[in-house]
């Protein structure tokens, strides 16, 4: 057998008329010369558009963190090249751990997450961007929210006639809790004997010349709008 001889290819197809182009003509060569140079305006100016300092595209906002959960602070930044982020909290750097999560989201937008919410984490966070062409920063409060609860409640308590009685709880909340006492049921009335005093973490109750009549069961409440809690304690006078 022999082998079939090759077949011939078909002869290329004349382009329509009005389809040519002439690569000499001078009218072509200086189209061609308007495309470049509008080409590399276009990129100059696209490259002087990125390049430069950070900006702040849309500012970092005020959020509220409940006790026990999570908390995010969010910032659009616009920066070419890359920026190196650092977030902070009350002018203290915070490092990328299970505590404070840095998250990058998008090309332009960068987070700070903050876990296990605790009355500890209320403060002023800044994220402070910078490249090599210069830096910005912008800040916003976390604000915690903590039911409030009584950490430590007042001791039993005996005492002498004529002696000075204290009894002192230890109390947490935010908004700050309302905090108030009662013995046997019935709200103190206060006066220049029987008092109590509110700080900042907490509460003590106080019977000058203590008598008899003084003994019974106290209690302390704390109640603000996440919730309230209540501790006794026994007070006996002889």
Known sequence: M????????????????????????????????????????????????????????EPLKDV??????AAKLTCRISAF????????????????????????EDPDVVAL????????????????????????????????????????GPDNTKARKGTTVTLTAEILGEPAPDVGWTKDGEDIE?????????????TTLTIRRATPQDSGKYEVYVENSLGMDQSFARVDVA
């Open 190 to 202: 206060e006066d220049d004997r029987v008092f109590f005093e509110i700080g900042s973490t907490t």
């Open 64 to 69: 509220v963190l409940i006790e026990g959960s």
């Open 81 to 104: 090249p890359d920026p190196f982020i650092r977030w902070s909290k009350d002018g203290k750097e915070l490092r990328d751990g299970p505590k404070y999560r840095y998250v990058f």
């Open 2 to 57: 022999s082998k079939a001889a090759p077949a011939k290819k078909p002869a290329a197809a004349a382009p329509p008329p009005g389809c040519t182009l002439d690569i000499n003509d001078p009218q072509v060569q200086k189209a061609a010369i308007r495309i470049q140079a509008s080409y590399r305006g276009h990129r100059s100016r696209k490259e002087l558009r990125e390049k430069g300092p950070p900006r702040v595209l």
């Open 113 to 152: 997450v903050v876990r296990d919410g605790e009355l500890a984490d209320l403060g002023q966070y800044s994220i402070n961007v910078t490249n090599p062409f210069g830096q910005c920063s912008d800040s916003a409060r976390i604000l915690v929210e903590v039911p409030a609860k009584i950490q430590k």
